[in-house]
């Protein structure tokens, strides 16, 4: 398969290992009934095998679940699925933003809008969805996803949220240009929230 995208280049692994949300620490699947944000956020959307597992476990049921059938734990974490109306299957290899994960996690925000409960499985690695979800998804939404040996952090979307992930998204290596990808970066999503 033809890879189009972005790649995280070495000298910003570090930067994105960092929590860009608050960081709630702590282990195991009530960790997720503290995160106060969750009580009025618009979509909930959970990156990671463990942290949509845990979540769908303590009642709470993401909007989005993105997941990729592994964590570092274990090699597979098992949970309830069929609380989820849709499942849309993607292609992310690790340490890239295919355009194919940019296009599927757009359909599934697109229907969790509609009031749809997704499921995104990546064939591949799952951590850096949170980059397109966070311009991706509408502002006061949320994304939940695990700090490893730390906890969860709980991102809040909002507009200087996505302009941070804007300027992230822009320093890292193109691989091959595309709709999608023009489409994340073309700073439209923002700048029509900032009246630009």
Known sequence: MRLRGLRLPENMREEFAKPHGKLYRGSGERLILEVEEIGDCRLLCCVGDLVSASAVKVG?????????????REDSVEFETEVFDERIETWNPAG??????????????ELADDGKKVMVFVDGEEDLAVVPLGILLPENSLIIYGQPREGVVALKVDVDKKILILNLLRRMEVVEDCEELRYLTGGDLIGGLRGE
């Open 60 to 72: 709470v049921i993401p909007d989005i679940a993105v997941i990729d059938g592994k964590t570092l």
């Open 96 to 109: 890239y933003v295919s355009c194919r994960l940019i296009s599927d996690l757009k359909k599934a925000v």
